[in-house]
């Protein structure tokens, strides 16, 4: 953990192969989830996201939820393919993090300032993008590989069932984490120039 802001954002990125092994204790783990809620941003200090940090068991629980959903839907000759990737690059992982937002508060806030009801659920993915990426950075930081996965609202009821939450918190993401079997390929990046406008 002794890279600068800078180093720690750059080194950031989707990794795959992951195994269930922890480069720092549970404890560690859970100061990260709750310094990134405490202090990342949210749109009119909304404070909306809501985040469950799932170990052991309930972690491996979360990748069996996502199989039993997909095996509904995806054709049984292509199953194997995708049971494999997500035994191999997600459920192989220490942990995961579920990502919320709080409904009901996201609600208040259009009751409250009617003015931009049509904008506060977009804010509200806004808050969710900013904890993923401190979320994201910090367990790098720490020594974990992540990636963030969306298989929501598939798997949404059952994840609600099973670790009895809210039903105003509302699934964006899920982030499975664990140590790197090995480092990401080269990551290709399109010009500056393309992204970048500055006038002075």
């Known amino acids: 953990m002794n890279k600068t802001f800078k180093e720690a954002l750059q080194h950031r990125r989707s990794c795959y192969a992951i195994s269930n092994c922890s480069p720092v204790s549970d404890n560690q783990i859970e100061e990260i989830i709750r310094f990134a809620v405490l202090n990342t941003p949210s749109a009119f200090n909304s404070q909306s996201t809501r985040l469950v940090l799932l170990l052991g068991e309930n972690h491996a629980g979360l990748w069996n939820i996502v199989k039993n959903e997909l095996k509904k839907i995806v054709p049984e000759s292509n199953f194997p393919a995708t049971e494999n990737k997500i035994d191999k690059s997600f459920a192989s992982g220490y942990g995961t993090v579920l990502f919320f937002e709080d409904q009901s508060v996201v609600k208040e ?52 069932k099973t670790w009895n939450l809210d039903k105003n918190w509302t699934l964006t993401a899920q982030m499975p984490f664990g140590v790197k079997v090995q480092e990401p390929g080269k990551k290709e990046f399109k010009p500056l120039s393309e992204r970048i406008k500055i006038f002075k």
């Open 109 to 160: 806030l259009q009751d409250a300032f009617p003015l931009y009801a049509d904008q506060f659920p977009v804010w509200s993915q806004h808050t969710s993008a900013m904890h993923q990426l401190v979320v994201w950075t910090m367990l790098d930081d720490a020594g974990f590989g992540a990636s963030l996965q969306h298989y929501n609202p598939l798997i949404d009821d059952a994840v609600h």
